[in-house]
């Protein structure tokens, strides 16, 4: 189900007479990026197919007919999402300064947001992990894929802070990249519950001075 970035998907509206007998084309990524918005805003199960189709401005059997359902439409939009955060998580913590600086400061961002979102939405992977129901194999094996690439991204800037003898080198450094993702995800639901940016950025001093 998982949408390539640059791909497009030629849809024909119902009741539209295009030129030349060509379908209407539309581009996936904006689609995508209009669908997550919604998902994200309003959570999955408050979200309705009039809502995805007033948002990306498309027909429902245009919606459908490449996406499938509601379902398949939510899973395209974690994969366009995933992939942004995911590639925007490595760039800061492949950052040109000290590792150890550079996961500090990747962790202060989450912070950061996570104090400016108080009351509001937080991270879409999150808010999607929390409202998954029980019996949603496939969601649950697309979240847990998503947090196994966050989770290898922060254990690898273990091992780089390890080389750099600025973390303890008897880390285990998949645990360490397993705690480092809890940290991450925890101050993105705390930042929902009225805690202070200060109170978080705490929690990030903590969670370094455990890999020392």
């Given amino acids: ?33 209009s669908a997550s918005q919604v998902f994200w805003d309003h959570g999955y199960h408050a979200t309705s197919i009039d809502d995805l ?13 490449v996406f499938g359902d509601k379902h398949g439409i939510m899973l395209a939009a974690l994969d366009h999402y995933a ?3 995911v590639k925007r998580m490595a760039e800061r913590l492949n950052a040109p300064v000290p590792p150890e600086e550079a996961l500090r400061n990747a962790l202060l961002h989450y912070a950061r947001i996570a104090g400016a979102l108080n009351g509001e939405r937080s991270c879409f992977i999150t808010n999607t992990t929390l409202e998954m129901q029980p019996g949603d194999a496939e969601l649950r094996t697309r979240v847990a894929s998503i947090q196994r690439r966050m989770a290898t991204l922060l254990a690898a800037s273990v091992i780089r802070g390890q080389a750099s003898g600025a973390f303890s080198s008897t880390l285990d450094e ?25 109170a978080l950025v705490g929690i990030v001093d903590v969670a370094m001075r455990a890999l020392v």
């Fill in 1 to 33: 189900m998982k949408q390539s970035g640059n791909s497009k998907h030629s849809v024909k509206k119902a009741g539209e007479v295009c030129p030349r007998g060509r379908p209407r084309e539309f581009d996936t990524e904006t689609v995508l990026s």
């Fill in 53 to 65: 189709c007033k948002a990306t401005g498309l027909l429902r059997g245009s919606l459908y007919g």
């Fill in 83 to 85: 992939e942004g955060s």
């Fill in 174 to 198: 998949k645990a360490a990249g397993d705690f480092l993702l809890c940290v991450m995800q925890g101050l993105r639901v705390l930042g929902r519950v009225a805690h202070q940016e200060d």
